[in-house]
């Protein structure tokens, strides 16, 4: 018999590594896109279509990812996720023309949009839900570590070896992932597969792309203000489309009914919006600590590893924590001090010493990280398990979203600090007011948490069953 250790560790280590590997990918090009460009004789600018071209795909397919996972076992499609993001990443390093690039990073997004919900439904599905808040201490780290580390690890890389290493080295990740999850995850799949639901995916696909293409460039001088707004228009209209559809239909691919859920309802739209200061932070505090301090980005980088190692250090803490005090009281206490934390950021300055930044950014990943965890666990504390498919789809849209929509915001703040001095340099105190302002629309989470009863997601604290006796020898 297969020992439980394997079922309660190794199930969300190897989600969490390849999470780690997508969500590290899809930053580490920021720094390498000048060097990309003169070696595929492109102008920098044109170089954006990589990135937003990923995150385009995610937003098309992530919808699909239940459904897929329903119709054909997650660990087989987890699996082909992992094959196809590695096979992208492969192509990328080889890419010899903008549209080669292109072309590779919108298959490396099809298997990225497939890993991180599914890579969850494996989680939920093999997991007991005492242990959830344990296991999704885990999966929250990529997350958090990823967008931190990912520009100081593509500066270097870039340095010191070649852009196409930024790839390549992803190659042997995605092998080791594949073997132990073939090894380590059951294929448990639903009895009853509905059918797609192809006008929701169409609807939804045109929808979710507007909004995240017309979020992704506004505010950062990638194309005119005119056509973002037209992508964000286009978006919400396709977007109401399918809310209208949805509640039309039979087996819509995202579920609005799930949003009656009290749990599920207070973690989507308060975590989506709890995560727009988390989607600014590694947007901001890099060009903070870069342009407004004069660092490098490897003393940029080694700065903002500092919640990186606050949210690993959170891991052990988070099931206690919930387990004394409730995850509705942590929610609401953790969701201000969280925010407070990234409002202090905009007190930062160059005379500032580094052991009090570092405190700060180490203390922000820890609550950070706490309040992730929470919120992942609540959003499935009172689903049940035919349920799971959708709502891993549906939670991986919001945060796309919502993550996107932090760095939109933080981008136009600093836009309007620049227009409001008349000054096309920008400054520290520039920083300073997107700090505040996307730590005040973190701290707004606290208003879809509060309606929530005290006892909100206590089956995800309570005291695990009692393993039964061994039987005695020689009994029957």
């Known amino acids: 018999m297969r020992s439980k250790v394997p079922d309660k560790i190794l199930v969300p280590l190897i989600v969490a590594t390849a999470l780690f590997m997508e969500n590290l990918d899809s930053t580490v090009i920021s720094t390498a896109l000048p060097a990309i460009s003169v070696d595929l004789h492109q102008d920098p600018i044109a170089l954006k279509l990589a990135p937003t071209s990923y995150l385009l795909t995610l ?23 992992i094959i196809v993001f590695t096979l992208g990443s492969a192509l990328c390093g ?12 919108i298959l490396q997004g099809m298997g990225g949009a497939m890993m991180t919900p599914v890579g969850r439904l494996v989680v939920l599905r ?76 169409v609807l939804s696909g045109i929808g979710l792309a ?17 056509i973002s707004l037209a992508m ?14 949805a509640r039309a239909t039979s087996f819509p691919l995202l579920d609005l009914n799930l949003l009656s859920v009290d749990t599920f309802r207070a973690s989507v739209v308060g975590g989506a919006l709890f995560r727009v200061g988390i989607g600014a932070l590694p947007f901001l505090l890099p060009l903070m600590f870069q342009i407004g301090f004069g660092l490098s980005p490897l003393q940029s980088g080694l700065l903002t590893f500092a919640s990186a190692i606050g949210a ?32 202090a950021c905009a007190l930062f300055r160059p005379e500032t010493p580094y052991w009090i930044i570092l405190a700060v950014l180490l203390a922000g990943g820890f ?20 349920e799971m498919s959708r709502a891993t789809s549906f939670t991986s849209v919001a945060q796309q979203l919502s993550i996107t929509a932090g760095i939109a915001i933080g981008a136009l703040m600093l836009e309007f600090a620049r227009f409001a001095r008349s000054d096309p340099v920008l400054t520290v105190t520039d920083f300073s007011w997107a700090f505040v302002v996307v730590a005040l629309v973190s701290m707004s989470s606290i208003f879809l948490l509060i309606p929530l009863p005290i006892d909100a997601g206590a089956a995800l604290t309570a005291e695990p069953p009692p393993e039964a006796p061994p039987p005695e020898s020689g009994k029957v």
């Not at 054909?72 to 082909?80: A, D, K």
């Not at 964000?232 to 209208?244: E, H, K, M, S």
């Not at 387990?323 to 969280?338: D, H, Q």
Request: hydrophobic letters at 55%; glycine letters at 8%.
């Open 232 to 245: 964000l228009g286009i978006g919400f209209a396709f977007t109401f489309a399918y809310v209208l559809h």
């Open 59 to 81: 937003a098309v397919f992530i919808p699909i990812s239940g459904w897929m996972a329903d119709r054909f076992g997650p660990r087989t499609v987890f699996c082909l996720a």
């Open 210 to 226: 507007g909004l995240a293409f017309g979020l992704t460039t506004i505010g950062q001088e990638f194309m005119p203000l005119s």
């Open 312 to 343: 690993m250090t959170m891991r052990a803490s988070v099931a206690p924590i919930l387990r004394r005090f409730g995850i509705k009281r942590v929610l609401l206490i953790n969701s201000v001090v969280a925010s407070g934390l990234i409002a």
């Open 94 to 105: 080889f890419a010899a023309s903008l549209l080669d690039f292109v072309i590779y990073r």
């Open 367 to 386: 609550f950070r990280s706490l309040q992730f965890s929470s919120l992942n666990s609540l959003a499935f504390a009172d689903l049940g398990t035919s």
């Open 126 to 201: 093999l997991i007991p839900k005492h242990e959830y808040v344990s296991a999704f201490a885990w999966l929250v780290i990529p997350a958090l570590v990823g967008p931190l580390i990912g520009p100081p690890l593509g500066g270097f890389i870039t340095t010191y070896f070649s852009w196409r290493w930024i790839f390549w080295i992803n190659i042997p990740i995605g092998f080791l992932g594949i073997l132990l999850a073939t090894k380590y995850i059951e294929n448990i799949r639903e009895e009853y597969v509905p059918p797609l639901d192809a006008r929701g995916f």
